[in-house]
C-alpha cells in the first residue's frame, strides 16, 4: 500500500518543476536568451534527484523553451514560429466574402480595440499633409485634366512614382504604369489580364484575403503553395504543382508578407521567375508595404523581370494616406490588357486624388516621418508579442517579423478562432481568425493581430484578459 501511494511523487515533482520555469519564461520574468541553471544546480535548487532534472530539460528542450549552447550552457529560447501548412494536393473555390464582410462591421466600433484592422492608426500618418494637397487640387481641376488624364493616369504622378520606386533601388517603366483605385483594383486588373474565370491561380497559404477575394470575384481557383514564416513562398512546393496542375498565375507578396510578415530572400525571388520563364506563368507582385521596408531589404520581383511577366501593385495609402485611394499597377507585358479592363471597370481614377498625390510626393520629404513609424510600428510589436507570449494559451506559437504591423499567433490546434471570435468581440477586442486565410478553411487555431495603433495598458490588458479566457475558459 505504501508503495503505491509513493510510486507517482516523482512524476508529481517532475510536473511541478515543469510547470515552475514554463511560467517563468511565459511571463517574461525570464526573457529570451536569459541562462538557466544547469542541470545539477536545478536538482539542488529543487531538491529532486538529477533523473528528474534531466526529464525537466529534455521537456523544456522539447517543448522549444529552450536551446542548449555547447559549452556555455541552457537559455531561453526565441518562440518557435508556426509551423508551414502541408501542401495543397488540388486547387479550391474561394469563399471568404461573407466572412469578410462580418469581420469589417466591428472595424467600425470605436470601443471595440482594432486587433483584426488591416490599417495602421491615421494618426500615425501625414493625413493633414495629403489633405492640404486634395484641397489644392481640387481648386486647380479643370475639365480639360479630365481628357488629359484618362487611363494610364495623371502623367506628373507616374512620373513620381518612378521616382520613388528609383529612392527603393529599383526603376520601374513610366509607360506601363496604370493608375487605380487603390491597391486592390490593381490586384483585380492585373488578375483579370492574365488569366480568364476557371483558372488556377497558386496563392501562398496563408494568403492575404484581399488576393483571394480577387480570386473569388474573378471566378477563378486558388491552388495553396505551403509558405514558411521566414522566406516565404516554398519554392520547392511551387515547383512540384507546376508538373500537376495548369496554373496560369502566381499571386504573392514577396516583401512583408500578409499575414506572416516573411520576407522571401533574394535567391528565392530569382528561382521564382525562372520558373515563371520555364513553366510560362505570369507572377502578380503584391508590394503594398514597400515604404515599410527596412533600408537594405530586397528590391521587389519587378527589378529583375526577365521579360515583362511580372505584374506589379503597389500603393501609398499603407504609409501616407489612404484617403485618396491611390493605387497602381505596372503591368509589363499585359499593359494594353489591364488597361482596356481599367476603361471597362472605373473608367479613370479620380483625377484630383491623382493630382495631390503627384504634388504630395514632389513637395514632400517623407523620410524621417517614415523611419519613426517603423520604429513605432516595431516597438509595438515587441510589445504585442510579450502580451501574447504571456497571457495566451500554453502552446501558442507567434512569428517574430522584421517589420510591417501584423502579428500572426499559431493557439494549439484543438482551438477555434473563429468560434472564440464573438466572445473577444464582447471582451471589446477584435482580431482576424485565421479561416479568413485560407480558401480551404486551414489555419481555424491562428489568428493576426494588428499593432498598428497606440498600445496602451488599458488596450493590451483587454487582450490579455481575451488569451486568459481562452486558456481557462
Aim: proline share 9%.
Amino acid at each position: 500500500m505504501t508503495a503505491e501511494l509513493s510510486a507517482p511523487r516523482p512524476l508529481l515533482r517532475y510536473q511541478q518543476v515543469l510547470s515552475h520555469w514554463c511560467d517563468a519564461i511565459r511571463h517574461g520574468q525570464l526573457p529570451v536568451g536569459a541562462r538557466l541553471p544547469s542541470v545539477r544546480e536545478l536538482a539542488r535548487q529543487h531538491g529532486v534527484s538529477l533523473t528528474t532534472a534531466r526529464r525537466v530539460v529534455e521537456e523544456l528542450q522539447a517543448g522549444g523553451w529552450i536551446d542548449t549552447r555547447p559549452r556555455q550552457g541552457l537559455f531561453v529560447a526565441e518562440p518557435r514560429l508556426p509551423a508551414r501548412s502541408a501542401p495543397a494536393d488540388q486547387p479550391a473555390t474561394v469563399s471568404i466574402a461573407t466572412l469578410a464582410l462580418r469581420l469589417f462591421a466591428s472595424l467600425r466600433d470605436p470601443a471595440i480595440a482594432p486587433f483584426g484592422s488591416p490599417f495602421i492608426d491615421p494618426a500615425w500618418l501625414d493625413i493633414a499633409g495629403v489633405n492640404d494637397h486634395l484641397c489644392r487640387a481640387a481648386r486647380r481641376f479643370s475639365p480639360e485634366r479630365g481628357l488629359a488624364d484618362l487611363p494610364p493616369g495623371h502623367d506628373a504622378l507616374r512620373q513620381q512614382i518612378v521616382r520613388r520606386s528609383l529612392h527603393h533601388g529599383f526603376r520601374l517603366a513610366r509607360d506601363e504604369l496604370l493608375i487605380t483605385c487603390g491597391a486592390m483594383e490593381a490586384l483585380n486588373l492585373a488578375l483579370k489580364a492574365v488569366a480568364r474565370p476557371g483558372a488556377v491561380v497558386a496563392v501562398e497559404s496563408p494568403a492575404f484575403y484581399g488576393l483571394l477575394h480577387a480570386i473569388e470575384t474573378n471566378g477563378m481557383q486558388a491552388l495553396e503553395i505551403r509558405t514558411d514564416p521566414d522566406t516565404g513562398m516554398d519554392l520547392d512546393d511551387l515547383a512540384a504543382a507546376l508538373g500537376r496542375h495548369p496554373i496560369a498565375a502566381c499571386m504573392l507578396m514577396p516583401s512583408l508578407q500578409n499575414p506572416l510578415g516573411s520576407i522571401m530572400p533574394a535567391p528565392a525571388r530569382q528561382r521564382l521567375l525562372q520558373l515563371a520563364v520555364q513553366h510560362d506563368f505570369a507572377v502578380i507582385e503584391d508590394d503594398a508595404y514597400r515604404e515599410l521596408l527596412h533600408p537594405g531589404s530586397p528590391p521587389p520581383l519587378k527589378h529583375s523581370d526577365p521579360d515583362g511577366r511580372v505584374l506589379y501593385c503597389g500603393t501609398f495609402a499603407k504609409a501616407f494616406s489612404p484617403g485618396p485611394r491611390i493605387g497602381w499597377l505596372a503591368a509589363g507585358r499585359y499593359t494594353e490588357r489591364a488597361l482596356l479592363h481599367k476603361l471597362m471597370n472605373t473608367l479613370s481614377t479620380p483625377i484630383p486624388n491623382q493630382m495631390a498625390v503627384a504634388s504630395y510626393l514632389r513637395d514632400t520629404r517623407p523620410e524621417r516621418r517614415l523611419a519613426r513609424l517603423r520604429d513605432k510600428l516595431a516597438s509595438n510589436l515587441a510589445r504585442l508579442s510579450d502580451t501574447v507570449r504571456q497571457h495566451f494559451p500554453e502552446g501558442t506559437r507567434l512569428t517574430a517579423p522584421p517589420g510591417g504591423f501584423f502579428l500572426w499567433v499559431a493557439l494549439p490546434e484543438h482551438y477555434d478562432t473563429l468560434a472564440l471570435y464573438p466572445h473577444a468581440l464582447s471582451a471589446g477586442v477584435s482580431f482576424v481568425p485565421g479561416a479568413l486565410f485560407s480558401p480551404s478553411g486551414r489555419f481555424g487555431h491562428c489568428l493576426r493581430l494588428n499593432a498598428g495603433f497606440a498600445l496602451d495598458d488599458a488596450v493590451l490588458a483587454r487582450l490579455a484578459g481575451v488569451g486568459w479566457t481562452m486558456g481557462n475558459g
